[in-house]
């Protein structure tokens, strides 16, 4: 009887256990089964001290490619570089500091990435912030999703673009997510002075982020330098951590077994990142969105229209300095006229 009494409540628990398992194995979603060596390879990877960035670092380190860690905080970046190192046997992995709330310190990362290495044959740009409804500024005055997630990875591929060139065949992975498909961008309040609202700042960030890698890919046809925009998918990161329930230790109790079921763990984020960095198969393939470790051929949303990226990145070259407002008018004197306002914020 005893034993009996036991069983039912034995079984609901290993059912329980059995669909929390089966749950998390589809969340994880597709892996990345090439094996590929990157011995002689050059990757920077931004925001590599944690998350996405932090796995890819380790798993690019396994496979034998020189990765440059490029970190703000250098304490946490040389610690999990000392790890990566005794668990991967590669020396060759480097701490680099690069601020991209800054655009000098971008400006300064760059001159010694061109100074310094010879060849650089994949930038990943997966640094980011996510922010709760509190504007904040970077130290160039920009608001902060647009200027780290955005306006970062505008300038630093640029500055970065001729080494990139003179090593292809080269890749540059831009790491976005799904929220810039219902996303805007208001060229009115870009920089969201007004009406400020977290979800829409970083969403509009991200599909920044997406409409320059698909303008990118246009204008390095022919380069082979190939472009690509990767979704990691909802994945458990530091990424949250200024939110209210990242914070507090109770809510992150109680929504945390949640969140274990319905979110992939940073390694299972990597998963399409690194599909973009290594898989022959995309050789070509630029210009394209990959979500799941899968190529997503039609991306809906009214602000990919020419004329919408012609003025983004008009704006991207005067708001990050890469180009003056003179210039611009010598270069792109249609979209300067028909956009004033925004070209000479």
């Known amino acids: 009887m005893m034993f009996e009494k036991l069983l039912w409540p034995a079984g609901i628990v290993g059912t329980v256990i059995g669909l929390a398992t089966l749950t998390k194995d589809y969340v994880d979603g597709e892996r990345y089964r090439g094996e590929e060596k990157l011995f002689g390879r050059t990757v ?35 610690s999990l570089r000392d790890e990566i190192v005794e668990e991967t046997f590669n020396p060759n992995i480097h701490c680099k500091k690069l601020d991209l709330t800054s655009l000098k310190s971008i400006k300064e990362f760059a001159e010694e990435i061109n100074e310094d290495e010879k ?21 160039d005055g920009y608001e902060m999703h647009l200027g780290v997630n955005y306006f970062g990875p505008f300038l630093l591929t640029h500055l970065l673009l001729d080494k990139l060139k003179a090593s292809a065949p080269s890749r540059i992975v831009n790491v976005t997510c799904s929220n810039f498909m219902h996303a805007k961008l208001d060229f009115k309040n870009l920089n969201f002075d007004d009406k400020y609202h977290g979800e829409a700042a970083y969403g509009q960030s991200k ?25 990691p998918g909802l994945c458990y990161t530091k990424l949250p951590r200024n939110m209210g329930w990242y ?23 990597m998963q399409t990142v690194l599909r973009c960095v290594l898989d022959p198969e995309l050789e070509g393939h630029t210009g394209k969105y990959y979500d799941n470790c899968k190529e997503i051929e039609q991306v809906p949303n009214e602000a990919f229209k020419d004329i919408n990226i012609d003025r ?14 003179a210039e611009l008018v010598k270069t792109q004197p249609d979209v300067v006229k028909s956009h004033h306002d925004v070209a000479k914020s």
């Open 119 to 139: 060849r650089i044959h994949v930038l990943i740009n997966n640094a980011g912030v996510m922010l709760p409804d509190q504007r904040k500024l970077t130290k």
């Open 207 to 231: 599909l920044a982020l997406y409409l320059f890698s698909v303008r990118l890919a246009e204008m390095l046809e022919g380069t082979k330098v190939s472009v690509y925009a990767a979704n």
């Open 312 to 325: 983004l990145w008009a704006t991207s070259e005067l708001w990050t300095c890469l180009k003056t407002h």
């Open 247 to 269: 914070k507090s230790y109770i809510s992150s109790a109680v929504i945390y077994p949640f969140l274990f079921l319905v979110m992939k763990n940073p390694r299972a984020g």
């Open 44 to 78: 920077i990877v931004t925001g590599a001290n944690s998350g996405i960035g932090e796995q890819t670092s380790r798993e690019l380190a396994k496979r034998g490619a020189k990765v440059i860690m490029a970190c703000r905080n250098m304490k946490d970046c040389m």
